[in-house]
């Protein structure tokens, strides 16, 4: 089977700075896949190359199969994106926000499946409210669905839980979980909390100034670092990482 | 096909919904143009005879209210969807450059035409306002509005803050609306100036409109067809290579 996201040596630069530097990663159909890493080592840069936000300096990306430059239409149909910023539109409310959405992909008559996602997201009160007049966890949640409302089969969440409250996180993850196992998307997300990361995902990768330095199966990553928190892990790989590859 | 209705959907509600600065406050400031400019000029001939200064006025104004009310629809909503960030909510979507380009540029044609025709409904009331050749009014109204347009969606792309945004107004849209020939016949100026205007799109814009209404005008217009035709094209062609290029949309 074809893997749902597929990266080969991708490389960028922001001037004489180097984001990524040769990344290569696959993410199979129906993965819950973690990418973690410090501040700064890429992550977002990545996800923007995938989700044809900016141009990689070099590298194939695919989605679904389908070439993210070369086949953008089918890739971007593959691909629900969630932005790490908290980014809204002032004139619209939440409803017109998701049909407007929804019609960017050529879907007229969305309504069950807006009303489906907004009652998951404990959204439903709000669809008639304004965006401005939102809070920033609420935001975040129509962040969500509109990189839901066609459907995607490849959902990418960057940071998704940033500012929103423990118990919402908890219904949050447990509708993404939803998604996952009963409905087959495949999940790829970036967070800071490594617990949610290691209560939910199957598969992590680790990424450290533009290079990927670990990638395995949580429960692979664990046993051979004979720990039980991911933390641990996380802050093991970050540290050997320096004293094996220092100059 | 759907996308591509859903954006120009959304960017006509985009100035709808504050009509009163979108429609409204341009309809009041070009017909404040026209009480003073008809008021102090009442009496004065105009090189056309049997045309009053209202009625040389009134399509002059009414084309610059078009021309920069379809640059400011295009300019100001990139200007700020950039600004905000929600251009990511387009530029992830499977829209092309094509469709892109055309639903922001419609949207400008129908905010030109709905400020252009309230002004000149307005105008219609207290001036007597013949209509010589509605083909040439209807052709010159498009053609400009997607000049202005296009121009519009350029300025957006280039400029990265909202101050960068008065630079053109400044610089670029005012002048050239200015010296367009909207407030005075160019044979009525001296020859450096007459001769400047002739290099302005603008002009053209507006002779040719004014012929549309009035029947006459300074050129002929073919020749304002050509220019604002060939300028409205190359604009078309620059926009979209631009738009292909990502240059300021994709880093
Ligand atoms: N548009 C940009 N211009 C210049 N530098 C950038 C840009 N985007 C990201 N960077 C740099 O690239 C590196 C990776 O950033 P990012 O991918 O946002 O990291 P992460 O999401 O992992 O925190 C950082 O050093 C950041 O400063
Ligand atoms: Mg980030």
Redesign the interface.
Request: no cysteine; aromatic share 16%.
């Given at each position: 089977m074809q893997p749902a996201i597929e990266i080969q040596h991708l490389r960028k630069s922001?001037g004489s700075m180097q984001a990524l530097k040769g990344v290569s990663l696959q993410v199979p159909q129906g993965d819950f896949f973690a990418l973690l890493g410090p501040n700064g080592a890429g992550k977002t840069t990545l996800i923007?190359a995938l989700?044809?936000?900016?141009?990689p300096d070099s590298g194939v990306l695919r989605l679904m199969g389908h070439d993210v430059l070369k086949d953008?239409?089918?890739a971007?149909?593959s691909v629900g994106?969630v932005?790490q910023?908290l980014?809204?539109?002032?004139?619209?409310t939440v409803r017109?926000t998701l049909r407007?959405?929804?019609?960017?992909?050529?879907?007229?008559h969305n309504d069950d499946w807006i009303d489906d996602i907004l009652f998951n997201l404990q959204l439903a009160d709000k669809a008639e409210a304004n965006m401005r007049t939102l809070s920033g966890g609420m935001k975040r949640r129509v962040l969500i669905a509109?990189a839901l409302v066609h459907r995607p089969p490849v959902i990418v969440l960057d940071e998704p839980t940033a500012g929103v409250d423990v118990e919402l996180r908890q219904s949050l993850w447990k509708f993404i979980q939803r998604l996952n196992q009963k409905e087959g998307h495949t999940i790829l997300l970036t967070t800071h909390y490594l617990d949610e990361a290691e209560a939910l995902c199957r598969r992590v990768a680790i990424l450290k100034q533009g290079q990927i330095v670990a990638m395995d199966e949580l429960h692979h990553l664990l046993q051979s670092y004979h720990s039980d928190s991911l933390e641990e892990v996380f802050v093991a790989i970050l540290h050997q990482d320096e004293s094996v590859r220092g100059p | 096909?759907?996308?591509f209705?859903?954006?120009l959907?959304?960017e006509i509600?985009?100035f709808w919904?504050?009509w009163f600065q979108t429609i409204l406050a341009p309809l009041i400031s070009t017909l404040l143009y026209l009480l003073v400019f008809a008021q102090v000029m009442a009496g004065r001939p105009t090189l056309y005879p049997g045309v009053t200064y209202g009625a040389f006025l009134i399509p002059g104004l009414v084309m610059m209210s078009m021309l920069q009310n379809a640059f400011a629809n295009t300019s100001s909503s990139l200007v700020q969807?950039k600004v905000?960030?929600?251009l990511?909510?387009?530029?992830?979507?499977?829209?092309?450059t094509w469709e892109f380009y055309w639903a922001y540029v419609l949207a400008a044609v129908v905010r030109g035409v709905l400020v252009g025709s309230v002004v000149w409904l307005t105008a219609w009331f207290f001036f007597e306002l013949p209509l010589a050749h509605g083909l040439w009014l209807a052709i010159f109204t498009l053609l400009a509005t997607i000049m202005a347009g296009s121009l519009g969606i350029l300025a957006g792309i280039w400029a990265e803050k909202f101050d960068q945004m008065a630079v053109w107004q400044n610089f670029v849209i005012l002048p050239l609306t200015f010296l367009s020939g909207a407030f005075y016949s160019i044979h009525a100026l001296p020859p450096f100036w007459a001769q400047m205007t002739r290099f302005n799109p603008f002009f053209y814009a507006i002779d040719g409109f004014r012929y549309g209404l009035l029947g006459v005008g300074d050129v002929s217009p073919w020749t304002s067809l050509f220019v604002v035709g060939t300028t409205g094209l190359a604009l078309s062609w620059l926009t979209l290579a631009v738009l292909r290029s990502?240059w300021r949309l994709?880093?």
């Open positions: 922001f923007n989700a044809g936000l900016s141009r953008y239409r089918a971007r149909r994106v932005p910023e980014v809204f539109d002032p004139f619209f017109e407007i959405q929804s019609g960017y992909f050529g879907l007229r509109q | 096909m759907q996308g209705r859903t954006l959907f959304k509600l985009r919904k504050v969807s905000t960030g929600n990511v909510f387009i530029l992830l979507t499977p829209l092309s990502g994709r880093t």
